[in-house]
């Protein structure tokens, strides 16, 4: 595909899926919402904005999160560590945190 086609096509998919996601979130709101906790119904501008807030506040709709330090398909920090470790390291670790937790 060319940029010229790419560049108008990923524009109208972009606010394609998002009035599409607008009008989901509206159908799902309004038949479940209102008559289990007594809110009011929600129109298609304000589905839309919710969707938008929604994904500012909490990221989401897919991809790969880099914020926890595990980039791309390395292996997690935590893991490594836990490979390099010792059985009686293990047992150990596992110990102390069994006891952590039962506070």
Not at 23 to 45: K, Q, R
Not at 62 to 75: A, D, M, V
Not at 77 to 99: A, G, L, V, Y
């Amino acid at each position: 595909m060319n940029t010229k086609k790419r560049f108008l096509l990923i524009p109208l998919a972009i606010i394609g899926f998002s009035l599409l996601g607008g009008f989901v979130v509206m159908l799902l709101w309004n038949a479940i919402l209102p008559s289990l906790v007594g809110v009011g119904i929600l129109t298609f501008p304000k589905a839309v904005g919710l969707l938008m807030l929604c994904k500012i506040l909490f990221g989401g709709f897919g991809g790969h999160s880099k914020r926890f330090g595990n980039k791309g398909f390395e292996t997690p920090i935590w893991k490594q560590k836990m490979m390099n470790m010792s059985e009686e390291e293990r047992e150990k670790f596992r110990s102390e945190w069994k006891e952590r937790c039962k506070r």
